[in-house]
């Protein structure tokens, strides 16, 4: 009876955690997607942090994630190889690639033989022993002398 | 895909040239994505070329199922990479020199060299910090513009998670930099009145007490 009690006693506490907790994530996900359309806007090019946190002024994390998503889309831009670089690995990769088509493109066999060769000998040895084991079971030398009284 | 792209791919198992053209289109992308990973050009270019000599090696066995070539690009570069980190693991110091450097070449007054390559180097710190799948979705997002889709395919995520992932890295990224000793951003006016400036990155703790 005791449990039932303490068990009715928890109940609004569970319903208020539940509800927090769907709360919580719903609100997680709505600050989700406007990080999301803020990133796509600032990598079209549109600085557009303050319309957002005009927009969504309840949402106070954004106050500190939207000037930092700006800073990386500053600081971070793509980086391209130097021209002899280029010239040289695309050299490299056409003479590799035509060495290659001449010998043709290599097997399954060809690429991964020593892992097949081990897997198989693995796979051989280990059928060997459960025969073994298995004619040692049944033949006669390994059964126990019945009386015949 | 696009069938053209799909139509090279096959046509770049057999032909040379046509992986040639490959190459050129996604050369410049896989370095970038692959630099930012190593924070300098020797080991770059080393990994850039790896990650090609495999693309190279095993083109024959690719297979469309769906997701752009450039994803299995950028998922042989991330493996190159890895490997790469698990290699010099012991000797964690990874200098952020070039990184840094590059950002001089802007022409703005020395001053303000200066100062843009202060935060840049705090910034890419920090980012280094991250655990390495969120470093990988800023170095996608945000040197090669990718969507959140495109991200997904290449991390074998769905878009609702990266959209997710994105959240919780901005949000450690920014307790990295309280760390780091960066007190906050925060979005001024400027003073003629006319836009918000877009960012003002705030000084110091030490200097702001």
Redesign the interface.
Known sequence: MNYFKEAVDLLPQTWQRIVYGTRAIAR??H???I??DH??AL?DGT?A??LY?DRYPDER?L???????????????????TAG??NR??N???R???A??ERG??S?WTEKRKEIIIGATITSVISAVGVLAYFMHILPFNRRPTSTG | MTESEEALVERAKVDPDAFGMLYQQYVERIYSYIYYRVSNHHDAEDLTARTFQQALKHIGRYVNKGVPFSAWLYRIAHNSVANWHRAHSRHRFISLDDLVMMSSRSKSAPDTITERNEERAALLRAIRQLPEDRQQLLILKFTERLSNREIGQIMGRTEGAIKSLYHRTLLALRDELEEEGFASFELLHSDNGDEPSPLTFLAHKEEGD
């Open positions: 997680k996900q600050v989700d997607d990080l999301t990133v796509g990598i600085h942090s303050k946190l994390v106050a500190s994630l939207l000037p930092l998503a700006e800073h990386v889309n500053e600081h971070l831009y793509p980086v391209a190889p670089f280029r690995l695309l490299d990769l056409m590799q690639a035509h290659q088509h493109n290599p399954l």
